[in-house]
Every structure is written in C-alpha cells, then in structure tokens.
C-alpha cells in the first residue's frame, strides 16, 4: 500500500485546484494530505478554503515586497545566500537575445528572491514530499527551486498549465489558445524547472474546441479537466511512479540536445 505524502501547494487566488487536490485526498484518491497552503497574495480565496478543512496557511505579500525593493533597493532584505550571478546563469526565463536590459533582470530576479525566502521561512515549519502550484501565478527562480529540489534529477515542485505545453506558455494559456482559432485545447501538469512552463510534462488533458465554444466555455470546460488531471498526477508522484530521465535527441540544425522527460512507470514498477 502506498502510504500518504505531505503536501505544500502555493496559490494565488481561486484555488479550485487546490480544492480539488483536497477533496481528492480526504476521499482518498490521492495519497497524500495536504500540509501547508501558501500564498502570495493575502487575499486569495483559496487560503479560506484551506483553513476550512484544517490546513495551515500562510502568505507572503510578493507586491508590498516587490514595491519595497523597487522603492529602496539600497536596504533591500537581500538573502545572504544569494548568488545573482549564479541565479542568473541558471535561469532561462531571460536570454541574451531577449534584449532585456540586464539592470531589469537583476532587479526581477532579486526581488523574487526576497519574497521566496520569506516563502521557504515559512514553509520551513511544514516538512513536504511534494509542492504543488495551484494557481501560483508567480515565477519562482533557481533561488527558491534549488532550495526546495535538494535530491538530483528528483524534481518535486509541479506546475498545472492552462494549455497543451509547449505550446502557451505564460499567463493566459487558454486565451491564448482560443485567440489563436485552436480546434483543441487542454491542460499540463509538469514539473518545474528554471524556464518558463518548460519543465518535464507529467500528464495532460485535451478537448475540442467546437463552433459555439466561447473562451468563457473553453475556461470551463479547461478548468474541469485540470480538477481531474492534478490529483490523478499527484497520485502517481505518491506511489513512486514518476521517474524523471534525460534522453538525447538530435535538433532541427543538427545540434545534439539533451532534454528531461518524465516516465511513467507502470503499477509495480514503482521506483
Ligand atoms: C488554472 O486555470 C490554472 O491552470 C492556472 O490558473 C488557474 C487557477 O485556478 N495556473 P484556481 O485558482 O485553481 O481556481
């Protein structure tokens, strides 16, 4: 019998994933239970839906963190483990052909990093298996991610995207999508790595898009979906049955690449 994960999840805002995450734990679909709800937003609903079932909850309000360094960076509360070179090498939400002006990405990376050590102050409390973003629209860096994936080539942070990865990546996954005139869209759950929704594809969920669909239906119709597809991804993590390994494929101009995916192990086979 696969015995119960603890689960971290950080959110932003409705936290229906999350509710679903719950709901699916207490009927013991997923084996884990749920032991910390984070959020970056003070206000975010889901963080009452937590505390309704029990759970802790704590936020870290990224916006006043963010205005504070933006105001003041000369007395910003830089972590003194922070390495801004080293995050910016590993980072690739920003590259050089971008033509970000590097002050604009010192200055994101850096503010970010403020409010994920504040994050992981408070997740230090609740020992997790497991993180899970559900809704979480902010970008986490190397800074947070290497401090949460502390075991090689065992990622732990997943991610549900609003769209067929990669296609979409970013904010409005299913806009983006029924703008684009899609005849089918879905959702990922992955996990995260230091790109934007790049990371190792776990499990995905596709529909049609049919001639009466508005966004507004397509959102809908996405959204249950993703109720589904999270916990069932959760639930595959918590038997062990999610191994992550490189494979080496040959690019479009011939360049040899290597590339992170997820295997599935079948029921056991577990690792
Ligand atoms: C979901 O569509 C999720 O894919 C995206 O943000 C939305 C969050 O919804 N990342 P909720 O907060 O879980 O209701």
């Known amino acids: 019998m696969t015995s119960k994960i603890r689960i971290g999840a950080l959110i932003s805002g409705t936290g229906s994933n999350l509710q679903a995450i719950i709901d699916a734990c207490e009927k013991g679909a997923v084996a884990g239970r749920v032991e910390f709800i984070g959020s970056d937003n003070p206000n975010a609903a889901g963080l009452e839906k937590g505390k309704r079932h029990g759970i802790s909850t704590f936020s870290v309000d990224y916006g ?12 910003a509360a830089v972590p003194a483990d922070f390495d801004l070179d080293e995050i910016r090498s590993k980072q690739t939400l920003f590259s050089v052909d971008d033509e970000v002006d590097p002050d604009k990405v010192a200055a994101f990376l850096t503010s970010r990093a403020i409010a994920e050590a504040r994050l992981l102050k408070e997740m230090i409390a609740h020992p997790f298996e497991l993180l899970v973003l559900a809704g979480f629209m902010r970008t986490l860096t190397p800074y947070f991610i290497d401090r949460v994936n502390t075991t090689k080539d065992e990622p732990r942070i997943m991610n549900i995207h609003p769209a067929l990865l990669p296609s979409f990546p970013g904010i409005d996954g299913y806009g983006d999508t029924f703008r684009y005139g899609c005849k089918v869209a879905g959702c990922t759950v992955h996990f995260i790595d230091y790109g934007e929704d790049s990371g190792p594809i776990i499990g995905q969920r596709a529909f049609p898009i049919q001639f009466d669909d508005t966004l ?28 992550t390994v490189k494979v080496d494929y040959e690019s479009r101009g011939g360049m040899k690449a290597e590339r992170t995916v997820v295997r599935i192990l079948p029921p056991g086979k577990e690792s």
Request: charged share 30%; glycine share 4%.
């Open 64 to 75: 006043a963190v963010i205005r504070a360094y933006y105001n003041d960076r000369a007395h």
């Open 216 to 243: 507004e239906t397509v959102r809908e119709k996405g959204l249950a979906q993703e109720w589904e597809l999270y916990p069932e991804c959760i639930h595959l993590f918590a038997q062990g049955r999610l191994k």
